[in-house]
């Protein structure tokens, strides 16, 4: 799969929040698109990733 452009393997099956947990991502700060479409947060725990997705990880940044 790609995440942010680059290339990712999966080495076993991933929901969305699970993969987001590993790579330490605070959930409450991100919104991810996955083949073009924005993902809800209610979404996370039941889309299953696969190889060929598309994953685009926005993090949200504060500042003035």
Known sequence: M???GK???LEH???LEQY???KQYQQNRIAVEINGSIIPKS???T???KQN???EIV???GGG
């Open 47 to 49: 889309t299953i990733l």
């Open 7 to 9: 290339s990712v393997l």
């Open 20 to 22: 987001l947990n590993e």
């Open 43 to 45: 979404k996370y725990q």
């Open 59 to 61: 993090s949200f940044v």
């Open 53 to 55: 997705d598309t994953i």
């Open 13 to 15: 099956c991933y929901t």
């Open 2 to 4: 790609t995440v942010n």
